[in-house]
């Protein structure tokens, strides 16, 4: 079946420092990819999505980058702040269907 | 916009009793609902797809008669944990999904129902 995998389940970096999370998935046929914030005791927040037709996307503070060669999905959080510490899970979804895949999650902890 | 309504939030209750959990969908037309079911420090665990007017799809693993999955109308799924057990306490999410004219959209999702059986 598909797996998505995230490289490092914990992630700690200095406040105001860029963090980066990293997402490799093994569906060829993937063509949609979203990053979700969850925070201790509440659900997953969308934070930005992007298409397999694009290979990077920006947001406030956040850029997710493609690499469809690779299968690979990355997070950036520019200038990291307390605020920002959460469980980080990536997920990606065909284009037929409805279902998601979502990564292990990786505990980012920013150090103020 | 994209809010996800889920209730309650907390339930602690004697095992044998039936828990009844509440999603709904504040701002959009949701024909897809799902419930995942999460472990501590563990990643989402599928447990059902739900459309509007048909019967939940349950993943493997999952019973039916234990989980019971009601998506009435378009903005709202309920998921009744029938005669729940001290091995059913768990945090459940639920999500929905807006298919957008643009094609794929995200799972927006609840705040969570942590369920404690005594």
């Known amino acids: 079946g598909e797996s998505v995998g995230l490289h490092l389940p914990t992630l700690s970096v200095q406040e105001g420092d860029n963090s980066i999370i990293n997402c490799a998935y093994s569906?060829?046929?993937?063509?949609?990819f979203i990053w979700y914030k969850q925070e201790s005791g509440k659900g997953p927040q969308f934070i930005i999505d992007i298409r397999s037709n694009m290979d990077k996307r920006q947001g406030q503070r956040v850029t997710v980058l493609l690499n469809k060669t690779v299968k690979h999905l990355s997070l950036q959080i520019a200038a990291t702040q307390p605020g920002d510490s959460a469980v980080y899970f990536c997920a990606e979804t065909p284009n037929t269907g409805n279902q998601f895949y979502f990564g292990t999650g990786t505990s980012l902890t920013v150090i103020p | 916009g994209a809010v996800v309504s889920q209730h309650p939030s907390w339930v602690i209750c004697k095992s044998g009793t039936s828990v009844k959990i509440e999603c709904r969908s504040l701002d959009f037309q949701a024909t897809t609902m799902f419930w995942y079911r999460q472990f501590p420090k563990q990643s989402l665990m599928l447990m059902a797809t739900s459309n509007e007017g048909s019967k939940a799809t349950y993943e493997q693993g999952v019973e039916k008669d234990k989980f019971l999955i009601n998506h009435a109308s378009l903005t709202l799924s309920t998921l009744t944990v029938t005669s729940a057990h001290p091995e059913d306490s768990s945090f459940y999410i639920c999500?929905?999904?807006?298919w957008g004219a643009g094609g794929n959209q995200p799972q927006h999702f609840g705040d969570g129902t942590r369920l404690s059986i005594l």
């Open positions: 999500s929905a999904r807006e």
């Open positions: 569906n060829s046929a993937s063509d949609y």
